[in-house]
DNA sequence: CATGAATGAGACTTCATTCAT
DNA sequence: TATGAATGAAGTCTCATTCAT
């Protein structure tokens, strides 16, 4: 995957095969096993015969999907990618202000890993090998920030910098998380300090990191 | 960043064997190249004869300095600390305050990194393999957060989130930084941010952070 | 080049069936698409799937009409050997010389290589592989060769030897052919050679070689 | 073996080593094992692990020489190829006349076909997928014809021809042998009709190639 | 019959590690 | 101690063949 990425949508091969539904469903299946492995070991260490027997599917099965295996591994990546924007799409839907749409983004992901360790390592390990994944995540990100500095409610001088600043501060805190470092409302004390950072009043960064998440 | 370096060399077996002077320059040779191989390359990716060759010595000599793979990486490891600390002791020369210790060692970091790509490749690539180089690095960062609190500059909920956040922080701007999104005084920027997070105020951050580094 | 095209269609198992014409028209293509592929390939690296797509049917259809690989291999052996007779037919009409039959067979397929390399190829592969097409050639030769001799035209020593020659001389100058190398009257010119090999004088050889072909 | 071959000559890589002599030997070992395995059976269905099996050393052992399978079946047709060059050179030692020295070359591959079965087929298989190997033959044989040709022995209208008639016929014969399809003096008889061919008259091809062999 | 997903044996290749020299 | 040949386990990928739909 250090390769130039096409773009690969990826998904809609043959939609009018006569076994397509069983198709899709293998596919998905490896997939998720691979998913699976993702979560518990480096990527350089999963072989194809773990992911084919994690999918209870042959050796060779593997290839009727996927050319190599890079591509197996840019699968994984885009699936996760997926569920990121649908997941974050959800918290989106009410709130405006910006400044606490990061914030709630921050928590929920930071909370998400205290919950499920798997999801979490998946995610991380695949920031760190899939480019892809890293701008993708950016997008949403990008857009809270310059909604917030509209507003007045945020303030920074460079938009990089900032989108760095939000996206090291959420995967570290997701890393020390899942590494056992969790502390009380480790979310919120994240939240607030990205929020700190990107100008917001000590005051006023508690005030909203402190918010209820929604349902 | 703290404390006065301590000698990590923990590699004086046999400080008064004849050869030992030669073995010693041996070893250091593949350590290096391995480093040099890092820098280049994803850890999982390098294969011994590799590192051999880069080293100019042969396939087995290796094994007459390592029992394993694993354990020349450890070495890379250990190597890559030394040198931290080394860099590290420097900058903490004259600096008193910790909040401006913390900005110098941040700068110094991302700034060194847009100057030395591999460098920079090979640490962030080591920290996320080698959990011993992330505490090392926790041990003087840890050290400037407390002095900043004591001397009332800095301001933070809990530790473990502050120093999770620079250390984030500064990994991930030097990631940006070798990524090719390198800004004017980047460093600068990181670094008033972080400050910012730590609970300086804008303006107070702003300052520290635009101070000349120490030569 | 002798004998009146021996019916070998020899497949014909179920003529009175329905859909028989079908299924003869599906098998016709799935020879002929592994008969284009021989012509661009080695045989041992001819994969199943290939002469599937090539024929634009699935892959398991294959197995509708052959029991194994080889069997598929084998029937395009047949139908080369099938389109033989019907070529080599037409050339027998109404010459009566074997001398004159020979050199009219040689020339045609040298100047059937030049313009059509599949064919030549696919031959020169086949005849390689597939030892009854090579003695099903030696038929027609053979005939030839006897009614020379008879006839006082042709004089050689061993019937076996003789044969060989002619075959290994035509075979080689269709690869000559095909791989670039042909001349202008190539096929004139090397079936004056084999003539003069088979006792002609030159003089004589040179005139029945130069007799034009057949329409 | 279908690539453009580079020009390997590859036989003095590392000239001054300690463990040079074993090298070469293990190297031999494995040229040698394949060619016994060309001997008997398709080239294309030689499987690595039984060409280091037949050379009795351990899968992986062929990678310390060969970077791939094609460079293995590569150095055999190398091997051969000089194999010949040997042979041919000492049969030319002595004898001055092209149509002579022809025929000496064209018996004594026929003679050691009759004999050496494994031989044969090596250099059969070998000349078909190794395009190299029949170049090399070419040479030699080019060089007789010529001589004849300015002697007065021989004469052909064209050069290219006359060359594949000769090998095409002696291939062609060699394969007739090992097929079991010999006869006595089989040898003679292909001489004298390639002679024949080349415009030598029936009663001196006769003599010609009927001269005793050297020894 | 056609389809094409699934199978699994088997091929090629890599590489950490051992060991005789 | 240095060398580098040998090892063999492990991994990636191919493809003939089967079988449920």
């Not at 197996?72 to 885009?78: D, K, N, T």
Request: glycine content about 6%; hydrophobic content about 45%; some cysteine.
């Amino acid at each position: 995957m250090d390769s130039p990425a096409p773009p690969l949508e990826a998904t809609e091969p043959h939609p009018l095969t006569r076994g397509h539904k069983k198709r899709e469903r293998t596919r998905r299946g490896l997939v998720d096993a691979a998913l699976r492995l993702v979560a518990r070991k480096e990527v350089g260490e999963i072989a194809l015969f773990e992911v084919a027997a994690e999918a209870a599917v042959s050796n060779g099965t593997i290839y009727n999907y996927f050319r190599t295996r890079d591509e197996v591994l840019e699968a994984v990546g885009i699936a996760m990618a997926a569920e990121f924007s649908d997941a974050i799409s959800v918290l989106n839907a009410d709130v405006q202000c910006g400044a606490q749409r990061l914030s709630i983004g921050v928590r929920m992901f930071v909370c998400r890993s205290a919950v499920d360790h798997q999801w979490a390592n998946a995610l991380l390990r695949i920031i760190h090998f899939d480019q892809a994944m890293r701008s993708r995540l950016a997008t949403h990100v990008m857009g809270d920030l310059r909604e917030g500095l509209r507003a007045g409610t945020l303030t920074y001088a460079d938009e990089g910098v900032a989108l760095d600043l939000v996206l090291s501060c959420t995967t570290g805190a997701m890393r020390s998380v899942v590494q056992g470092r969790a502390l009380v409302e480790h979310d919120v004390r994240v939240a607030e300090m990205i929020l700190q950072a990107l100008g917001v009043t000590p005051a006023k960064a508690r005030e909203i990191a402190a918010k209820p998440l929604p349902a």
